[in-house]
């Protein structure tokens, strides 16, 4: 049985670990190396792996240490890490030598004698030890503490990296469009567009066209009013005749299709598109 001492000491050192893996938690890649390069701290082990799930196996994506290298293959039948994943729990094996669970062959090579293993979600957290028994329950529980810390985080870190990829498609659709692009609130404000728009309307550059807001594209601010009602009840319009003011007052007259899209600060935006009517 540990000592109040000697979990308090584990539960530190997780605490520890636990701020430099929320500083990585936007990059996965980042993330896993620092769970790898802390977790023998943690646990006083020999190295340490992260392993992710990849079809019937798992792939070990990130080591510190003594550990088997980046992109070995663990197969989940007969593993010990595939017996932590299907009962979610950590699992020890005291001596990779007497273990039927293990291929010690492998481990020898990498000069393993010991393991300890916890599940996380889509894959596991090892921790690798020179010598025979070198873990007990403390070590199971505090890996297993960390295996969550890592799940949470990770997902988190999956999210930020999915927004990015989104956010980076959108601005590419957005900046190559052919067609004149824009983003506005509904009391005037442009939020974003193109230079395609910022062409058609006359200006020399986006930037300039954003400092503006959108009632000076209209000859008359009840043309705007006008607008905003249809939208409103529709919520989109398709194809839509607009006569607008160009920088140097002259007027165009664009076909317009937009949307109106919830916004992540509450608001409402209005999404959309233009292309000048061929005279």
Known sequence: MPSTIELAARLSAVVDAQQEILAAVNDPDALMQVV???LPDVV????AAVALREGDALVVRAVSRHAPPVGTRI???????GEAIREQRAIRCDDVN?????????FRLFGIRSFIVAPMVDGVL???STQPNAFGDLHAY????????TSAALMQAREAREHRASEQRYRMLFERNVAGVF???LDGRILDCNQALADSLGYASRDELLARDVWAL???RGDREQFLQQLQRNHALTNLRLHLKKKDGSSITGVVNVSMIPAEDGETHVLGTMVEESS
Do not use: C, I, K
Request: aromatic share 4%; glycine share 10%; net charge neutral.
């Open 75 to 81: 197969p989940l039948a007969g593993s010990a890490a």
């Open 218 to 220: 209209y000859h008359e």
């Open 36 to 38: 790898a390069t802390r």
């Open 142 to 149: 505090t890996l297993q503490l960390l295996a969550g810390l």
């Open 183 to 185: 983003r506005t609130t």
């Open 126 to 128: 090892q921790a690798f």
């Open 44 to 47: 006083n082990s020999a190295g």
């Open 98 to 106: 007497v273990d039927s669970r293990v291929e010690s062959g492998a």
